[in-house]
């Protein structure tokens, strides 16, 4: 019960801009856009969220379209250690608090010298 | 600030033995929840601990358990493993904020837990 879909897999030169897009059509008003990556058999790793500004930390940039339906996370030089999967979330919240992270298929990046 | 660390990161087990798994949040944070993922079912939501309580449960049988303690330490414990509890098991924290924007979750390295 995903509410993202993003694209199976994608390249990327290494040292150019690895942008990797994302739809979420059916989110509402108030759910922010995480996005997460995860090497081989590691733990997720946080990369950035948003709601409706673009947003941009050390790691990545998130553009987020006005309608809030689409986002793009730019890694804008990649390297060869940021080949992984990359996911794109918008979290289920709990009616008693919290939430949980659903994890799509994601998009399996690789970044080629 | 040290991030979620996760104990043991590799195990192996026998069916019908029992297994407890920690997981230290990050400093300040009150909530944990833990996560299963394997390759076929991909992340699956186990449960979340909030207060020393459980707040929410996923959708699994009663030989997976948990607990938090005052410190917000959390420890799981899976009984009578099965050859299908094999996963790497993932803990997350937050500081479950109440109010003030959102509140994200951070992930632990992983438990490596395999069943003969």
């Known amino acids: 019960d995903a509410k993202t879909t993003q694209p199976p897999s994608m390249d990327c030169a290494e040292g150019r801009a690895a942008n990797l897009p994302c739809n979420h059509s059916?989110?509402?008003?108030?759910?922010?856009v995480y996005w997460y990556r995860q090497i081989h058999s590691q733990g997720p790793q946080y990369i950035i969220h948003g709601l409706k500004n673009n947003e941009t930390n050390e790691m990545a940039s998130l553009i987020i379209t006005e309608d809030r339906k689409s986002s793009t996370l730019i890694l804008p030089h990649a390297t060869l250690r940021d080949t992984a999967v990359y996911y794109c979330i918008v979290r289920v919240a709990f009616p008693t608090g919290g939430f949980k992270t659903i994890f799509g298929a994601g998009t399996r990046l690789f970044v080629k010298a | 600030k040290a991030g979620v660390t996760q104990t043991p990161r590799y195990l192996i087990k026998t069916r019908g033995q029992q297994v407890t798994l920690s997981c230290s949040p990050i400093?300040?944070?009150?909530?944990v929840s833990w996560y299963q993922q394997t390759p076929g079912q991909g992340l699956q939501f186990l449960f979340e601990y909030f207060s020393e309580t459980q707040r929410n449960k996923g959708n699994f049988p009663g030989r997976f358990s948990g607990r938090q303690f005052s410190n917000s330490r959390s420890e799981m414990n899976v009984s009578t493993l099965e050859l299908g509890d094999s996963a790497l098991y993932l803990c997350a924290s937050s500081l479950a904020k109440t109010s003030g924007g959102t509140d994200t979750q951070y992930f632990g390295p992983g438990t490596r837990l395999t069943v003969l």
């Open positions: 400093s300040g944070h009150r909530s």
């Open positions: 059916t989110i509402s008003g108030n759910e922010y």
